[in-house]
C-alpha cells in the first residue's frame, strides 16, 4: 500500500497564479472575536443537505458549517488533508481511508466512519433524490442506488464498507487517480445521526462539524451563523460570527455597503466597478477565480439539437462581441474566454488558451452566414434566460444581444428573459423549461480540469443542464478518469474538450474574477480560489 498522490499539476499550476495575483486584504490588527460581521447573500435553490447543493450561496453556508475528509487551501486551491489521517491505495480504484480521532460533530456527536458511509449512501440513493448523487457514481454500486432507469434495488453502495470507527473502504468501478482530491467537495462531507433521526428538524437547523452552526434562518431575509466555541479544527472562527443578508439586487447591497448598513459584499455589481475604486480605496479586492461564464442550451428541445443547430450555435459565439463587453462593462475584470476552462488551472493543469479559436472571435459576417446556413435562429429569434437578482447579468446579457442583433442587422434577433430569484430560474432549469440560450456560470468544485468537463457536460451529468450528450466525449472522460499518469490524464481532457469545442455544446464567454468590498470594520478579507470569502480569517473591530 502507498499513501496517494495527486494531482500536483493542477494545484501548483493554480498556485502560482494565485500567489502573482495576490488573494488578500489588509492584515489588520487582532479584532474582536466576540464580533459579528455582515455579508450579502442569495438564498439557496434547495435545503442546505451537502449533496443536495449545486449552487453557490447554499455553497458558502456548507463551506462554514461542515469540513470533510479534504480542504480547498483557501490561498492556493490544493486539496490537503483535513479529517482524512490517511488516504491509501495500491491501484488508483480500490481506497482505504482513516478519519482522524478527535472530531465531533456541534451537537456533540462523534465524527466517524459510518458518519462518512451513511452520508455517502443517503447522497447516491435515488430515492432521495440528491441533486450530487452523480459524484458517488464512481463508487461500486451506484448502478443498483441509483440506475437510470425504474426502482433502485439496494440501499447502500457495495462498494462502500466501514471496516472499523474510523477507518472505511472504498472500491470504485474503475481506476480514477485524482479521486483522493475531489473529497473535499461538499457533496462528501459527513453527516450526524441527527441528519437521518429527524430530518425535518435538521433541514430546519442544520447540524455540522465547521467552525460555525446555524442560528436561524428565515428564507427571503437573512441566515444568522455563530462561531462554534468547540470547534477542534486548526481554522477556528476569528470573529463571532456572520449574519448573511438576502439581496435580491447587488447594487442595493452596495448601497448598503457604503451606507454602513452592510460589512460586505462578495461580488461587486458591474455598475459600480468604475466607482469602487474611489468609494473603497483598499477595501476591494479583485482576483482570479476558478469561474467561467457560459451560455448553455437545452439540447431536450429538438430545434437545439441538430447538425444545423450546431451552425446556428457557433454563429452566435462569433456574433458576440467579448473584448468590447468585458472593457466597457466589468471593467476589465472579465477576460474573454478561449476554453471551456479557467486560466488558473495553468497550462499544465490544462487550460487551452485559444482552443476555441475563430469561433470565439467577433467576427459578425462570418456569424451571420454560418447562422443563415444553419437555418436561421429557432422560432426566428433567440432568448437568453438568466436570474436578475445577483450580479450584473441583466447589464451583460443586454450588451450580448445587442452584439448578436448588431452582427445579424436584426434588433429583434436577441432578447432578455429575466426571471425574478436564482432559486426560481435553477427550478426552471431543472424542470426543463429553457427554450433556448441560458446563462450557465460555472464555479468550479475543485482545481481540476475534470471538474471543468465532466460535470457540465458528461451524459446526464449533475450539472449537465443542457442535456448535451457525446459518446466521443464521454469515452475520452472515461479514459482520462483511468489514467494514472498525469500528463497522459491531461491530454485526454484536452481531446474531450475538444469534442465540446466542435459541437459549440455551450458558448464560452468570459473568464471571471472574485471581487469584494468590505466595511471599515473589517480586516483581513480575502477570497479563495472559489470567489468566496474566508469567511472563518475574516477581523472584526
Same mark, same amino acid.
Given at each position: 500500500?502507498?499513501?496517494?498522490?495527486?494531482?500536483?499539476?493542477?494545484?501548483?499550476?493554480?498556485?502560482?497564479?494565485?500567489?502573482?495575483?495576490?488573494?488578500?486584504?489588509?492584515?489588520?490588527?487582532?479584532?474582536?472575536?466576540?464580533?459579528?460581521?455582515?455579508?450579502?447573500? !442569495?438564498?439557496?435553490?434547495?435545503?442546505?443537505? %451537502?449533496?443536495?447543493?449545486?449552487?453557490?450561496?447554499?455553497?458558502?453556508?456548507?463551506?462554514?458549517?461542515?469540513?470533510?475528509?479534504?480542504?480547498?487551501?483557501?490561498?492556493?486551491?490544493?486539496?490537503?488533508?483535513?479529517?482524512?489521517?490517511?488516504?491509501?491505495?495500491?491501484?488508483?480504484?480500490?481506497?482505504?481511508?482513516?478519519?482522524?480521532?478527535?472530531?465531533?460533530?456541534?451537537?456533540?456527536?462523534?465524527?466517524?466512519?459510518?458518519?462518512?458511509?451513511?452520508?455517502?449512501n443517503y447522497g447516491a440513493s435515488l $430515492?432521495?433524490?440528491?441533486?450530487?448523487?452523480?459524484?458517488?457514481?464512481?463508487?461500486?454500486?451506484?448502478?443498483?442506488?441509483?440506475?437510470?432507469?425504474?426502482?433502485?434495488?439496494?440501499?447502500?453502495?457495495?462498494?462502500?464498507?466501514?471496516?472499523?470507527?474510523?477507518?472505511?473502504?472504498?472500491?470504485?468501478?474503475?481506476?480514477?487517480?485524482?479521486?483522493?482530491?475531489?473529497?473535499?467537495?461538499?457533496?462528501?462531507?459527513?453527516?450526524?445521526?441527527?441528519?437521518?433521526?429527524?430530518?425535518?428538524?435538521?433541514?430546519?437547523?442544520?447540524?455540522?462539524?465547521? %467552525?460555525?452552526?446555524?442560528?436561524?434562518?428565515?428564507?427571503?431575509?437573512?441566515?444568522?451563523?455563530?462561531?462554534?466555541?468547540?470547534?477542534?479544527?486548526?481554522?477556528?472562527?476569528?470573529?463571532?460570527?456572520?449574519?448573511?443578508?438576502?439581496?435580491?439586487?447587488?447594487?442595493?447591497?452596495?448601497?448598503?455597503?457604503?451606507?454602513?448598513?452592510?460589512? /460586505?459584499?462578495?461580488?461587486?455589481?458591474?455598475?459600480?466597478?468604475?466607482?469602487?475604486?474611489?468609494?473603497?480605496?483598499?477595501?476591494? /479586492?479583485?482576483?482570479?477565480?476558478?469561474?467561467?461564464?457560459?451560455?448553455?442550451? %437545452?439540447?431536450?428541445?429538438?430545434?437545439?439539437?441538430?447538425?444545423?443547430?450546431?451552425?446556428? $450555435?457557433?454563429?452566435?459565439?462569433?456574433?458576440?462581441?467579448?473584448?468590447?463587453?468585458?472593457?466597457?462593462?466589468?471593467?476589465?475584470?472579465?477576460?474573454?474566454?478561449?476554453? &471551456?476552462?479557467?486560466?488558473?488551472?495553468?497550462?499544465?493543469?490544462?487550460?487551452?488558451?485559444?482552443?476555441?479559436?475563430?469561433?470565439?472571435?467577433?467576427?459578425?459576417?462570418?456569424?451571420?452566414?454560418?447562422?443563415?446556413?444553419?437555418?436561421?435562429?429557432?422560432?426566428?429569434?433567440?432568448?437568453?434566460?438568466?436570474?436578475?437578482?445577483?450580479g450584473s447579468h441583466r447589464e451583460w446579457?443586454?450588451?450580448?444581444?445587442?452584439?448578436?442583433?448588431?452582427? /445579424?442587422?436584426?434588433?429583434?434577433?436577441?432578447?432578455?428573459? %429575466?426571471?425574478?430569484?436564482?432559486?426560481?430560474?435553477?427550478?426552471?432549469?431543472?424542470? $426543463?423549461?429553457?427554450?433556448?440560450?441560458?446563462?450557465?456560470?460555472?464555479?468550479?468544485?475543485?482545481?481540476?480540469?475534470?471538474?471543468?468537463?465532466?460535470?457540465?457536460?458528461?451524459?446526464?451529468?449533475?450539472?449537465?443542464? !443542457?442535456? &448535451?450528450?457525446?459518446?466521443?466525449?464521454?469515452?475520452?472522460?472515461?479514459?482520462?478518469?483511468?489514467?494514472?499518469?498525469?500528463?497522459?490524464?491531461?491530454?485526454?481532457?484536452?481531446?474531450?474538450?475538444?469534442?465540446?469545442?466542435?459541437?459549440?455544446?455551450?458558448?464560452?464567454?468570459?473568464?471571471?474574477?472574485?471581487?469584494? !468590498?468590505?466595511?471599515?470594520? /473589517?480586516?483581513?478579507?480575502?477570497?479563495?480560489?472559489?470567489?468566496?470569502?474566508?469567511?472563518?480569517?475574516?477581523?472584526?473591530?
Amino acid at each position: 500500500m502507498r499513501i496517494t498522490t495527486h494531482a500536483s499539476w493542477a494545484v501548483c499550476a493554480m498556485a502560482l497564479a494565485l500567489a502573482a495575483a495576490g488573494c488578500g486584504g489588509d492584515g489588520g490588527g487582532s479584532g474582536d472575536s466576540d464580533a459579528v460581521l455582515s455579508a450579502s447573500w !442569495g438564498d439557496p435553490q434547495n435545503p442546505l443537505e %451537502p449533496s443536495n447543493t449545486n449552487e453557490v450561496q447554499g455553497g458558502k453556508v456548507l463551506d462554514m458549517i461542515f469540513r470533510g475528509l479534504k480542504r480547498y487551501d483557501p490561498e492556493t486551491g490544493e486539496a490537503q488533508d483535513m479529517l482524512a489521517e490517511k488516504i491509501e491505495t495500491s491501484d488508483s480504484q480500490n481506497f482505504t481511508i482513516t478519519v482522524k480521532d478527535g472530531w465531533t460533530f456541534s451537537n456533540g456527536e462523534k465524527v466517524t466512519a459510518q458518519s462518512f458511509v451513511d452520508a455517502w449512501n443517503y447522497g447516491a440513493s435515488l $430515492r432521495n433524490n440528491q441533486r450530487n448523487a452523480y459524484f458517488f457514481g464512481y463508487i461500486e454500486g451506484y448502478d443498483q442506488v441509483h440506475p437510470e432507469e425504474g426502482e433502485q434495488t439496494a440501499d447502500t453502495l457495495s462498494g462502500l464498507k466501514v471496516t472499523g470507527e474510523r477507518t472505511f473502504t472504498v472500491k470504485l468501478t474503475q481506476k480514477f487517480s485524482t479521486f483522493p482530491d475531489t473529497l473535499g467537495y461538499n457533496a462528501f462531507a459527513p453527516l450526524p445521526r441527527a441528519f437521518f433521526d429527524d430530518h425535518d428538524a435538521w433541514v430546519k437547523k442544520p447540524v455540522g462539524n465547521g %467552525p460555525y452552526l446555524v442560528e436561524s434562518y428565515t428564507r427571503g431575509s437573512q441566515m444568522s451563523l455563530r462561531t462554534w466555541d468547540d470547534y477542534p479544527g486548526d481554522d477556528k472562527a476569528q470573529n463571532g460570527g456572520v449574519d448573511l443578508k438576502v439581496y435580491t439586487d447587488n447594487n442595493t447591497a452596495y448601497t448598503d455597503l457604503l451606507a454602513g448598513n452592510l460589512d /460586505l459584499v462578495d461580488d461587486v455589481p458591474a455598475a459600480q466597478l468604475k466607482n469602487v475604486r474611489n468609494d473603497l480605496g483598499d477595501r476591494y /479586492l479583485n482576483t482570479p477565480a476558478g469561474i467561467i461564464q457560459t451560455l448553455a442550451f %437545452p439540447f431536450y428541445d429538438e430545434a437545439w439539437n441538430t447538425e444545423d443547430a450546431k451552425k446556428v $450555435r457557433q454563429g452566435l459565439s462569433m456574433a458576440i462581441d467579448r473584448a468590447q463587453i468585458t472593457d466597457t462593462i466589468f471593467q476589465k475584470t472579465r477576460t474573454p474566454a478561449t476554453d &471551456w476552462t479557467s486560466p488558473v488551472l495553468g497550462e499544465d493543469g490544462g487550460f487551452q488558451d485559444g482552443l476555441c479559436g475563430e469561433l470565439c472571435e467577433f467576427k459578425p459576417d462570418d456569424a451571420k452566414k454560418l447562422i443563415e446556413e444553419g437555418g436561421g435562429l429557432p422560432g426566428g429569434k433567440v432568448t437568453i434566460t438568466f436570474n436578475a437578482d445577483t450580479g450584473s447579468h441583466r447589464e451583460w446579457v443586454n450588451a450580448v444581444c445587442n452584439s448578436i442583433n448588431n452582427a /445579424l442587422d436584426n434588433e429583434r434577433a436577441c432578447t432578455a428573459n %429575466p426571471v425574478g430569484t436564482f432559486a426560481d430560474f435553477r427550478n426552471q432549469i431543472t424542470d $426543463r423549461k429553457m427554450t433556448g440560450p441560458f446563462r450557465a456560470g460555472w464555479q468550479m468544485d475543485y482545481p481540476l480540469i475534470q471538474n471543468f468537463l465532466q460535470p457540465l457536460y458528461y451524459t446526464n451529468a449533475s450539472s449537465n443542464d !443542457g442535456k &448535451w450528450s457525446n459518446k466521443q466525449f464521454d469515452d475520452l472522460v472515461n479514459r482520462a478518469n483511468q489514467e494514472t499518469d498525469t500528463a497522459k490524464a491531461v491530454d485526454l481532457f484536452q481531446q474531450a474538450e475538444e469534442v465540446v469545442r466542435d459541437n459549440m455544446a455551450a458558448i464560452p464567454l468570459w473568464y471571471q474574477n472574485g471581487s469584494a !468590498g468590505w466595511s471599515e470594520r /473589517l480586516s483581513s478579507v480575502k477570497l479563495n480560489p472559489f470567489s468566496v470569502p474566508v469567511y472563518n480569517e475574516i477581523k472584526v473591530s
